[in-house]
């Protein structure tokens, strides 16, 4: 309609400029195609929630500028990460974040054949011109957090709850049981992995034979809320993990390691829309605010939450290295010296238990 009248004023030898105006205008006016691929439900609560909140964030920052899309409960194993991927990127998405470890080999095979589309993996390690990585320190906030395992522990054996034994989980584990030594030398940790990221059952299953085998504080590197139902349910202390749990356990959560990747997301994503976006690796952590701890317990005394607050002070200010000597591994043998730490391509590859950890990466 608006062609046909501009052709009837202008003359038809004006229509194909008019037309070709009126196109980039519309070119421009479009917004900015972003996808999210997701390996569990978005729920309430966990990582997959916490990396919805940051799109929405980006929606909310950018308005009309951005158009998001999502597909959420994709598994990492067969075909299904690889094709819906590459249905992001045939769909117009023109930036994509694929946000768990398990995605990565389809994400860097589908960013091969999408070359003008960029990319961003989280917690993985392969880069190309148009797919950067992006991860948290988490292992920094899991260290607070064992410095309050470590105080309220009456047993002195913590119940960890694994996914998979891959260099993120083991940071944590490790983190946990040396804070929690540095002010209880005898904390021990138990240790069993789910061999899932989500599956409520499974993690509660595990967190109940931990339980039977002692354990006061439970706590795991899983993305349900059933670790922290089941201490709620059987009385012990819980930790969460990914979000703030607090409302599935009133009275045992005592914190969870948290995350926040809204100010990454939005940053990003300005970039890759006026042409700044460079692939890149970003490893944040409690000084960025990228992971924190949620709201601790009153049960929690305040000479713990100073201990906590001075811990991460030191984290933030690089005085306190969470993987600094001495630290020897199950087998007792020392893997870093005193005076030395492990520096971050170490941390990245992290693939031994220390002292006082009893399960197996096997």
Not at 35 to 62: C, M, N, S
Not at 202 to 207: D, F, G, I, P
Request: glycine share 10%; aromatic share 8%.
């Amino acid at each position: 309609m608006i062609l046909s009248t501009r052709r009837a004023l202008l003359g038809a030898s004006l229509a194909l400029p008019a037309a070709g105006l009126l196109g980039r205008a519309a070119l421009a006016a479009e917004p900015y195609k972003v996808g999210f691929i997701y390996v569990a439900p978005i729920g309430d609560v966990g990582w997959t929630f916490q990396h919805d909140l940051g799109r929405k964030a980006l929606e909310a920052a950018l308005g009309d500028k951005v158009k998001t899309a999502y597909v959420e409960n994709v598994p990492e194993e067969g075909a299904d990460a690889e094709r819906v991927i590459r249905k992001l990127a045939t769909d117009g998405n023109r930036l994509i974040y694929t946000t768990s470890f398990g995605f990565m080999n389809p994400t860097e095979k589908v960013a091969k054949q999408f070359p003008k589309v960029k990319f961003a993996h989280c917690t993985g390690y392969k880069r190309l011109p148009n797919l950067a990585t992006y991860s948290a320190r988490f292992y920094e906030a899991r260290y607070l957090a064992g410095i309050i395992a470590g105080r309220m522990t009456k047993s002195n054996i913590i119940g960890y709850v694994g996914s998979f034994p891959i260099p993120e989980v083991v940071q944590g584990i490790n983190a946990t049981l040396l804070a929690a030594r540095s002010v209880n030398p005898n904390v021990q940790i138990k240790l069993v992995f789910a061999s899932t990221w989500y599956d409520p059952g499974k993690e509660r299953a595990a967190a109940e034979a931990l339980i039977s085998q002692g354990a006061d504080i439970i706590m795991c590197h899983t993305d349900s809320p059933a670790i922290v139902q089941t201490g709620e349910e059987k009385g012990v202390w819980s930790m969460g993990y990914d979000s703030d749990e607090s409302k599935y356990g009133s009275k045992s959560f005592l914190t969870a390691v948290t995350m926040d990747w809204n100010e990454y997301y939005i940053e990003q994503t300005k970039a890759a829309i006026t042409g700044t976006w460079k692939s890149s690796d970003v490893w944040g952590g409690l000084k960025s605010g990228m992971v924190k701890l949620a709201p601790l317990n009153a049960a929690i005394a305040d000479s713990v939450r100073q201990e906590v607050a001075a811990a991460q002070a030191k984290i933030e200010g690089g005085t306190l290295l969470p993987f600094a000597g001495p630290i020897k591994d199950q087998s007792g043998a020392v893997k870093v010296a005193a005076g030395k730490a492990l520096t971050d391509a170490e941390i990245l590859n992290l693939n031994w238990l220390v002292e006082g950890v009893q399960g197996s990466l096997g």
